[in-house]
């Protein structure tokens, strides 16, 4: 990449919507500070393009898992089936950003979505011919038919045109009529071409004779071919020698046209419109069974006859020229630069690497140059509020940096609702990313704590594990319940289960208010049970010792709590009473009820006894 | 392609630092004018305004934020040789419906006897740890043992620099096989005593911060300083906003076992760029190390990006006017912009001119 002083390429775009901030800020001189927030550009990454991501998300992950141990040769129909679904979804995207482009009022949206379309159009026509010859590898006789169809795919105003002209009251005096047949001609669709000059009454019957030999391109092998194919051509070239076609210019070009004959091929350049297409056709006419390796000679040589003084090669046309000179890692790199385009690069480069032609090429950086751009756009993806989930996978299939990419960047996810942080915690905890979730949890908790949502914030504690925060928020509870006599979301504090363990005070808050659902359910004796273990333990905080005192008041007064316990009680009560310093009226009322009670006690059980 | 929006940022001064939160909603600026204000971004990309206050009696050079584990705090350092912590309060609802919230003054830091230049919080594994440094050469670093009462703060260590700190960034990594680090950097603009970028390492042993490192190859005034985030590498990276930009790599030599003192390093420049052509006041990263960002007295923000072969190259300039610069234009299908991309939120901010300290 040349580095330019004033103006260099500027890549890195994001995924999609919501791309990344730079905020920077400057104050000309004294006054007027404003702050200038720059984004990556957002808005075009409309709903159609999101479909694309979310499309090619799905393929990608369905390449990561095929079997490395399947033979090549059962390989090799798969990849070409996945680069295939890859260019249908291109095309898929492509269409619905030109319907859109020429349905709207919006001259703006119009000229955005044009753009787009012409991207996506660059990219599908590279991706084919990168399939054709790298995934599919045709050899030579196929290799042709393949590039046939390549051209074909993309140069779709021939068949507009045949419309037209098919549809008119008179095709054959349609100002496009011969257009179409030397459009046809120049495709190798002779059949087509065929049947337009049957329209046409000076049909020659040599004709015919020629475009049947053509049609058996490709279905014997390739020497069989080759003897046939160099005897149509010489053929054809007698019928131009005797000025068979002299009478009419048109049928005089289609026979020179058939005969390979360059600088005819050049006259009718509006019609190729592309110098790839002079190259086929060129290769159809003149070099029918030419070899992959042979391939490039010609793609240099077309594209300087194509182009004329004036005009210099664009950014596609290297590409494309790189391509046919085998250059995989120049396509890639031309791709990267040219296009601003990650995505493109990188799902081509991850589908090349399984194909393991990255490193047939002999390149030291093989994996690390696909592994280098998947998580360039999966890091681009990440900005994006909803398609980051997509990123997650991209970088569990990169095995070097992945995971700390997504460490990174997962943690930053704006927590905006529970529901989102809920999501982001399940991918980290599926990774066993144990420092992210704990921070992750402490962030919501923390968050919780601040707006006195105290349930959330100790369910959150719980999860992130933090002992700390735990006994803190239980701290918190207990306090609420001393100055309001009422515990809030029991719900949580009911069911907290093994992870009241967690802390102390979290386990007392638990006990707590175990016992007084017991006290509440009159369970007297269970509940007095509890207290005494509450106390015995010694996990209540002290802060909380004369709320157990007072809670144990009306425990003694039951029938149901047995002497023992109810000595025991009283044991720990006068204990704590030592030890506390205690209102003079509280102290006074529980002296009393502990006299009452051991009275009652001692009388009970010599009543039993006697 | 890069899509710019101003922001009346209603300072009635210069503006001298911007600084995003974690997750990149919020937004604090501080000014001359002795103010910090608080933006927050709103469903539809909109900043608001939600607080503004008056928060030192000098101008204000730098705020930062704590990280979201310790709820919403940020800090403050300035020319009144006071650094300040802020905690912002959630109010009543009535305020929430109007957007605003409040911040409160929870401790000042009043050690310094000289302007405090940085104040950056330490990374969160260490605690709540932050750190300042003053004109007078001297870095304080302090620590909330308590982190729900954010009005205790003791302070911990001072270390004596030499020289007129400008900027300090802490070593994001957490590994354990890195000690707590920093970089100070001083804009003393004797170009005589060379080494204006120092590393500080922390001694398990003494239990002490003590230099590790001097850049002697920095001589010229360093505005900004900033360490990559650490995807897991041994060795460190720190990019320097000086007279030009620089990057270098920081390699741990390894230590002998009875050793004792602070690690060495190899140091090695891995990167010097000089297209802004005056001085560099800001450097930022991205979250991934993969994009720098830097700001310069040409009213420019240049990008920096290294590819697979770690050859760092400029990706994008953005001019001081605000319009962005796209990439070269007449290449028709190729040049706009679709998809793909690293480029992280530079979560902090950059100034584009003279802070004018």
Redesign the interface.
């Known amino acids: 990449?040349e580095?330019?002083?004033?103006?260099?390429?500027?890549?890195?775009?994001?995924?999609?919507a919501?791309?990344?901030?730079?905020?920077?800020?400057?104050?000309?001189g004294?006054c007027s500070?404003?702050?200038?927030?720059?984004?990556?550009?957002?808005?075009?990454y409309s709903p159609i393009?999101r479909k694309?991501?979310n499309e090619s998300h799905h393929i990608f992950v369905g390449l990561q898992t095929i079997r490395e141990d399947l033979p090549s040769k059962n390989k090799k129909p798969q990849f070409v089936s996945i680069s295939k679904n890859y260019r249908s979804v291109i095309r898929a995207c492509m269409e619905e950003l030109q319907q859109v482009a020429v349905s709207t009022q919006d001259a703006e949206v119009a000229t955005q979505y044009g753009?787009?379309v012409?991207?996506?159009?660059?990219i599908e026509l590279i991706w084919n011919l990168c399939e054709v010859l790298f995934i599919d590898a045709a050899p030579a006789g196929s290799l042709l038919l393949h590039l046939l169809d390549w051209v074909r795919l993309h140069k779709a105003d021939v068949d507009e045109k045949a419309r037209d002209v098919l549809q008119s009251e008179s095709p054959a005096e349609h100002e496009s009529y011969w257009d179409v047949v030397l459009g046809y001609v120049l495709q190798g669709r002779l059949e087509e071409a065929r049947q337009m000059l049957v329209k046409q009454a000076s049909l020659h019957p040599a004709a015919r004779n020629m475009f049947k030999l053509m049609d058996t391109l490709g279905t014997q092998t390739l020497t069989e071919f080759d003897v046939k194919w160099r005897h149509w051509h010489e053929e054809v070239d007698r019928c131009l020698q005797d000025n068979s076609f002299a009478s009419n210019q048109h049928l005089e070009a289609i026979c020179k046209i058939l005969v390979g004959d360059e600088d005819t091929l050049l006259e009718h350049k509006d019609l190729l419109s592309t110098w790839y297409h002079f190259l086929v056709t060129r290769l159809l006419f003149c070099h029918p069974t030419v070899k992959p390796t042979e391939l490039h000679y010609y793609a240099q040589s077309c594209l300087t006859m194509f182009l004329d003084s004036r005009s210099a090669p664009?950014?596609?046309d290297s590409i494309l020229l790189a391509a046919f000179e085998f250059d995989i890692h120049q396509v890639i790199k031309d791709c990267s630069i040219?296009?601003?385009?990650?995505?493109?690069?990188?799902h081509l480069t991850d589908l090349l690497d399984h194909c393991k032609l990255l490193q047939s090429h002999n390149l030291h950086?093989g994996s690390?140059?696909r592994e280098?751009l998947l998580?360039?756009?999966a890091?681009?993806l990440?900005?994006h509020h909803s398609l980051w989930q997509l990123a997650v996978d991209y970088f569990d299939h990169c095995p070097e940096?992945g995971r700390?990419?997504l460490e990174?960047?997962i943690e930053?996810?704006?927590?905006d609702t529970e529901r989102k942080a809920l999501k982001v915690l399940r991918i980290c905890e599926q990774r066993q990313m144990s420092e992210q979730v704990r921070?992750i949890c402490?962030?919501m908790a923390?968050?919780a704590l601040?707006?006195?949502r105290l349930g959330s914030a100790l369910s959150w504690s719980i999860r992130a594990k933090d002992a700390a925060f735990a006994t803190?928020i239980s701290e918190r509870f207990l306090q609420d319940y001393c100055a309001k006599g009422t515990f809030s979301d029991l719900d949580l504090i009911d069911n907290l289960g093994p992870a009241m363990l967690l802390s102390d005070r979290l386990t007392f808050l638990g006990k707590y208010r175990e016992f007084h659902k017991l006290y509440g359910e009159k369970r007297f004796r269970e509940a007095a049970k509890l207290l005494l273990s509450l106390m015995t333990a010694k996990i209540a905080p002290r802060s909380f010792w004369m709320t157990l005192l007072t809670d144990a008041l009306p425990l003694l007064e039951q029938k149901e709590v047995s002497f023992q316990d109810t000595f025991d009680l009283q044991k720990h009560t006068c204990v704590s009473l030592q030890e506390e310093d205690i209102e003079v009226t509280k102290v006074e009322l529980l002296r009393l009820a502990l006299a009452r009670n051991l009275a009652m006690a001692i009388v009970k059980e010599g009543t039993v006894e006697a | 392609m890069f899509v710019a929006r101003s922001i009346a940022a209603d300072h009635k001064d210069l503006i001298h630092d911007v600084s995003y939160d974690f997750h990149g909603r919020r937004m604090a600026t501080c000014s001359s004018d002795q103010s910090v204000k608080v933006w927050d971004k709103s469903e539809n990309g909109e900043w608001h305004c939600t607080a503004s206050w008056k928060t030192h009696s000098g101008s204000v050079w730098r705020v930062t934020w704590a990280h979201p584990e310790f709820g919403q705090v940020l800090a403050s350092c300035s020319f009144d040789r006071t650094a300040a912590v802020w905690e912002e309060i959630v109010g009543e609802s009535n305020d929430k419906q109007r957007g605003l919230s409040h911040w409160i003054k929870r401790t000042t830091l009043v050690d310094s006897r000289t302007s405090v230049t940085d104040v950056k919080f330490a990374p969160k594994h260490m605690g709540l740890m932050l750190t300042t440094c003053s004109a007078d050469g001297v870095v304080r670093i302090y620590e909330a043992p308590d982190v729900m009462n954010l009005s205790q703060w003791s302070l911990q260590h001072e270390i004596s620099c030499k020289l007129s700190c400008s900027c300090i960034s802490w070593n994001p990594s957490s590994s354990r096989a890195h000690p707590p680090m920093f970089a100070v950097g001083s804009d003393d603009s004797n170009v005589a005593y060379g080494g204006k970028v120092q590393i500080y390492e922390y001694n398990e042993n003494t239990r002490k911060y003590a230099k590790a490192e001097t850049l002697m190859t920095v001589t010229d005034a360093v505005h900004d300083i900033a360490f990559a985030p650490n995807l897991g590498r041994s060795f460190h990276v720190l990019a320097i906003a000086t007279k030009d930009v620089r990057i270098f790599k920081l390699a741990p030599m390894r230590k002998e076992s009875t050793s004792t003192g602070p690690t060495k390093f190899e140091v090695q420049i891995v990167a010097q760029f000089d297209n802004h052509n005056s001085q560099v006041w800001r450097v930022s990263w991205n979250i991934t190390s993969t994009l720098l960002a830097s700001s310069g007295d040409d009213g420019c923000v240049r990008l920096w990006k290294a590819n697979y072969m770690d050859n760092w190259k400029c990706t994008g300039i953005l001019k001081g006017d605000g319009s962005p610069l796209t990439g070269s234009s007449g290449q028709p299908t190729a040049m706009s912009t679709v998809v793909g991309s690293s480029v992280q939120a530079s979560q902090s901010a950059l100034n584009g001119m003279s802070a004018g300290r």
């Open positions: 990449m580095e330019v002083d004033v103006e260099p390429p500027v890549t890195n775009i994001p995924a999609a919501a791309g990344k901030h730079l905020g920077f800020a400057w104050g000309p004294m500070p404003f702050i200038h927030e720059v984004r990556k550009d957002e808005d075009i393009l694309l991501f753009d787009q012409s991207i996506l159009l660059a664009e950014p596609l040219a296009l601003n385009n990650w995505w493109f690069v990188a950086f690390n140059l280098f998580l360039e756009y890091s681009g990440f900005t940096f700390v990419y990174l960047q930053r996810v704006p927590l921070s402490k962030i923390m968050r601040r707006n006195n803190l």
